[in-house]
């Protein structure tokens, strides 16, 4: 479930949840809203997530299927990280790591500390998609990361608070399933609130000297990230974490901590470019967008960050051979 530097295949996590539950892959992408999504091999283009899993809790008739997703995340799959995290003297420690190593280990959209009345909150970044989209990630990460917390304290994490910015939904009273913690909605961040007792707890596996090595590793590993890895996905993972605002090459490049000529000259070997990429991406999210959104052609534009709408028109006949009026209703005729 890992790649050498210990980033997880959520999507392989998800395939592998709705077959336990009788669901093929086939039978998946045999959805009239995934047919834009391209295979390689068996495996689903690691961008098309945000597309999976609605089609997969419709498939499935599971409406908690993201929160399970998330507990499926262990924290051993992290490979060198995994060790840097468990030997850390608390969750303290653990969070601090979670957000400087997040390029590497793909979970989720990036993460920032804040200062909270009641501890520290773990708030979530800008989250690209649908309403029902962003639901279901912040749903699949939170849902991870307190699982992870209780598995490295070895005990219920219950001494703070989960806000969610979306409205509370049908299922909301299966929360209390995988949360031990109260729940609150139409909170204006996104955020799980930890009290200083869950903070400040040991864990059972600190280890400070063993800490220091393991560290060390996951630093040398930041250094050189995607230097054997396939640097187009890894452009595709942080483009679908981004909000409107697409980043341009050189942000990327950066990101990544390589230099933008390093980066063309790998894309050039993986025979493709940054360009390609992009539009990739922003096909998949305006399928999405005109599928599961009632936003009008013109709004969907001006998500994907087009100033014009007939500019994403076109772009889009170029990618499906259909306008997107089109292809919006094909999909609702089926």
């Not at 929160?67 to 924290?75: K, T």
């Not at 799959?77 to 957000?99: D, H, P, Q």
């Not at 590993?221 to 640097?231: A, I």
Request: one cysteine or more.
């Amino acid at each position: 479930m890992r790649s050498k530097h210990g980033s997880i295949d959520i999507t392989k996590l998800l395939l592998e949840l709705l077959a336990e539950s009788g669901v093929t892959q086939n039978q998946l992408f045999s959805l009239p809203e995934l047919q834009s999504i391209k295979i390689t091999g068996k495996e689903p283009n690691e961008a098309a997530l945000p597309m999976l899993l609605p089609a997969a809790i419709k498939l499935s008739n599971n409406p908690t299927l993201a929160l399970e997703l998330g507990q499926r995340i262990q924290i051993t799959s992290f490979g060198s990280v995994s060790f840097a995290l468990m030997s850390c003297l608390n969750l303290r420690e653990v969070l601090t790591l979670l957000i400087r190593y997040h390029p590497i280990l793909n979970l989720g959209p990036s993460w920032e500390l804040c200062e909270h009345p009641k501890g520290i909150a773990l708030r979530s970044g800008t989250i690209m998609g649908s309403p029902q989209t962003q639901k279901l990630f912040l749903e699949l990460m939170f849902s991870a990361v307190i699982s992870m917390g209780e598995s490295l304290l070895n005990r219920r994490v219950d001494g703070g608070e989960l806000h969610f910015s979306f409205p509370s939904p049908r299922h909301f009273n299966d929360y209390s399933k995988f949360f031990s913690m109260p729940v609150k909605f139409n909170q204006a961040n996104s955020q799980v609130v930890l009290s200083e007792k869950d903070l400040n707890s040991r864990l059972p596996n600190a280890n400070p000297a063993g800490h220091a090595i393991f560290q060390q590793q996951c630093e040398e590993l930041l250094r050189g990230f995607n230097n054997v890895e396939n640097v187009s996905a890894a452009i595709r993972r942080l483009l679908i974490q981004t909000g409107r605002e697409f980043p341009n090459i050189n942000q990327v490049a950066e990101h990544l901590h390589i230099s933008e000529r390093t980066l063309r000259r790998r894309l050039n070997k993986e025979s493709t470019n940054f360009r390609t990429i992009c539009d990739e991406v922003r096909n998949i999210l305006a399928c999405q967008y005109l599928l599961s959104t009632g936003f009008t052609v013109a709004e969907v534009a001006e998500l994907l960050g087009y100033s014009e709408t007939v500019s994403f028109r076109r772009a889009f006949i170029r990618w499906n051979g259909q306008t997107p009026s089109e292809y919006r209703g094909r999909l609702q005729a089926t």
